[in-house]
């Protein structure tokens, strides 16, 4: 099993729809979690992070965390075309430095 | 301006030789990560290090080297033993406690 896996999508989206990301993770021990946003091209860059089951709202994007379930989740509503991009899920241990990554979800979001 | 500085941005290497990627952070973050990423595909750790003159390897080691002798410094050597190294590596630093990494703008190596 994968230590952090993600839709491979690729996700679309009509303009102002809600596009639903999902990235499940093998490690009971993950304490932090992160959503980041790369254009083709460019280094990722932080959208969300979470650390504590439940949801985080930040403007358009939601995250929610599952701990139970070993799931965290990103939903962007009233999506627009600049939204199109590829999402990464990343996982970080608590004790440990380590932060892996999935593989992301290209999201296309159509005018 | 504080931020992760990488260098080159693009580099091209000839089959059998050595390169070393350069990465510099003036933000007084404890951790720095190396990261290669292929068309298409995540992020996958190449090494990683907590401390100065500490370093782990990630899940695809094999190839690359590294040194962490400052904490603002950490560079790549992708060796002749790493068979296929065109790619995007990205390098990212993060500080100690509950926080997330920032990254570089990456370099992206080309074997001619």
């Known amino acids: 099993q994968k230590e952090v896996e993600q839709n491979s999508g690729p996700l679309s989206v009509p303009e102002g729809a809600i596009a639903s990301l999902n990235c499940t993770y093998s490690?009971?021990?993950?304490?932090?979690f992160f959503w980041y946003r790369q254009y083709s091209g460019k280094s990722p860059e932080l959208i969300m992070s979470i650390y504590s089951n439940g949801d985080k709202e930040d403007g358009r994007f939601t995250a929610q965390l599952n701990k139970a379930s070993q799931y965290v989740s990103l939903l962007i509503r009233d999506s627009q075309p600049s939204d199109s991009a590829t999402y990464l899920c990343a996982v970080r241990r608590g004790s440990n430095y380590k932060l892996t990554f999935g593989k992301g979800t290209l999201l296309t979001v159509n005018p | 301006d504080g931020g992760i500085t990488q260098s080159p941005k693009y580099l091209f290497r000839k089959e059998g030789q050595n390169v070393t990627l350069s990465c510099e952070q003036n933000?007084?973050?404890?951790?720095m990560y190396w990261y290669r990423q292929d068309p298409g595909q995540g992020l996958r750790l190449i090494y990683y290090s907590q401390i100065v003159n500490d370093f782990q390897k990630g899940d695809i080691a094999e190839g690359y080297s590294v040194s962490r002798e400052k904490k603002e410094s950490f560079p790549l050597t992708v060796t002749s033993a790493q068979k296929n190294p065109t790619a995007f590596y990205l390098c990212a630093s993060m500080t100690g406690g509950i926080t997330e990494a920032f990254f570089g703008q990456g370099t992206r190596l080309t074997v001619v």
């Open positions: 490690d009971r021990g993950s304490q932090s």
């Open positions: 933000l007084n973050h404890d951790a």
